[in-house]
Nanobody, 122 residues
Framework: QVQLVESGGGLVQAGGSLRLSCAAS????????MGWFRQAPGKEREFVAA????????RYADSVKGRFTISRDNAKNTVYLQMNSLKPEDTAVYYC???????????????WGQGTQVTVSS
């Protein structure tokens, strides 16, 4: 079992930056791949980024590539999402998730946090 708690969301102007954090507890964090997903009102939950358990590999959605960076600190059991050059269309609830498969589909992730709201004003 893995428990996940996100933090760092908020309101920011377009072009600004935010860093989201996800603290994990309950199991061996370093053995899990970690992902970030987001869900805007009326839309499906979509993949944003993922990082492998070894910290050596990352994956990004095309819509955030070059603007967002995922990283992890296994000593702190924490994964981060640095978001730069934010756009109004990035507005959503952001969720972190854990799984052993390093996938990009939400259906592959077994453990989820409650989410943190990110709002980007134009």
């Amino acid at each position: 079992q893995v428990q996940l708690v996100e933090s760092g969301g908020g309101l920011v102007q377009a072009g600004g930056s935010l860093r989201l954090s996800c603290a994990a507890s309950g199991s061996t964090f370093s053995s899990y791949a970690m992902g970030w997903f987001r869900q805007a009102p009326g839309k499906e939950r979509e993949f944003v980024a993922a990082i492998s358990w070894s910290r050596g590999s990352t994956r990004y959605a095309d819509s955030v590539k070059g603007r967002f960076t995922i990283s992890r600190d296994n000593a702190k059991n924490t994964v981060y999402l640095q978001m730069n050059s934010l756009k109004p269309e990035d507005t959503a609830v952001y969720y972190c998730a854990a799984d052993k498969r390093f996938g990009t589909s939400r259906w592959e992730y077994d453990y989820w946090g409650q989410g943190t709201q990110v709002t980007v004003s134009s």
